[in-house]
């Protein structure tokens, strides 16, 4: 009987270290050196490791794998060219992100931008990484992986960090100021980019949100929520125009990124078909427009 408990107990003993141990797991594991941020990140949906490397004087190689996928990219943002490819473990297959790998890919860029520094202070390879992340955390399904993203300044995205003031706070002695952008435009089954139900007038920055979502103005009211299709409501909350996920580590306003949040936040989720055009041309503001604070 002595024996018979003595193995329960050792068996419960294992049974909680093993808990602790997946405890202590779970989370972003961050390690860095000279041109070198590498790392690993667990919770219960999945397991992602990543790296992303100077390979030569301002050019950076990354890899992120998760759920039987590896993720790449060649980023040389001097030049403003990127080359990103997806493909399956197995076999090297083409393939493409599901829901699940997009909400891993989120948690993902979600700790990165808790744990690295903001903006410009990360390590050039940190921030890159960080940003890659980021977009493939948005990437449609009905986008293929494998493409050639390529942004200048001008052309390939404009800026508006006028438009965010006070670091896009409606804080301080910016409380109750209102810069509205107009406007935040896309084309989709309802109508093209001259169709007042396809814009917003946005007020960019990191003002107000409510239960995950943002305000409107109805009338004289601010209201929770996102209208659909109105004709041009003033709307604002959640880092409106800002590139990346919510308002993740990174300070870049530009007009494409302005232009996808105005679709993915008027009638359409973030993975619709419909913004995949706002989509692409966001993609080079992502990865290379600089930060604005």
């Known amino acids: 009987m002595r024996k018979a408990l003595c193995a329960v107990a050792t068996l419960m003993l294992w049974a909680c270290g093993d808990e602790s141990s997946r405890a202590k797991q779970d989370g972003l594991s961050l390690g860095s050196e000279t041109g070198v941020t590498q790392g690993s990140f ?40 990127s080359t990103l490819d997806g493909f399956a473990d197995e076999g090297a297959a083409d393939t ?6 997009r909400e891993l890919l989120e948690s993902l860029y979600d700790a990165l931008s808790a744990e690295l520094p903001v903006g410009d202070a990360a390590a050039p390879e940190a921030m890159y990484l ?19 993203v390529m942004g200048e300044q001008g052309r390939g995205y404009t800026m508006l960090c006028s438009y965010a ?16 952008y107009s406007y935040s435009k896309h084309d989709c089954n ?8 396809n814009q917003q007038i946005a007020q960019l920055g990191d003002h107000a949100s409510c239960n995950g979502d943002e305000y409107y103005l109805n009338g004289s009211t601010w209201v929770c929520g996102e209208p659909d299709h109105w004709s041009r409501p003033k709307v604002m909350g959640n880092c409106f ?13 530009t007009l494409d990124a302005t232009n996808h949040d105005g679709c993915v936040r008027n009638g359409h989720m973030l993975a619709s078909a419909w913004c995949d055009d ?15 604070y």
């Open 241 to 253: 125009g800002r590139c990346g996920g919510d308002c993740g580590g990174d300070t870049q306003y």
């Open 42 to 81: 667990s919770r219960e949906t999945g397991e992602v490791s990543f790296s992303s490397r100077e390979v030569e004087p301002g050019v950076y190689r990354l890899e992120v794998r998760l759920r039987g996928m590896t993720l790449s990219g060649l980023m040389d943002p001097a030049s403003g060219v």
């Open 130 to 148: 960080r940003r890659a992340v980021g977009l493939w955390a948005q990437h449609p399904s009905t986008v293929e992986l494998q493409r050639t």
């Open 190 to 197: 309802k109508g093209g980019f001259s169709y007042a139900g």
């Open 165 to 180: 003031r006070c670091n896009g706070r409606n804080t301080g002695s910016c409380g109750g100021v209102y810069n509205w």
């Open 278 to 292: 706002q989509f692409v041309s966001a993609a080079d503001d992502e990865l290379f427009a600089p930060n604005c």
């Open 96 to 101: 493409q992100l599901t829901d699940a790998d």
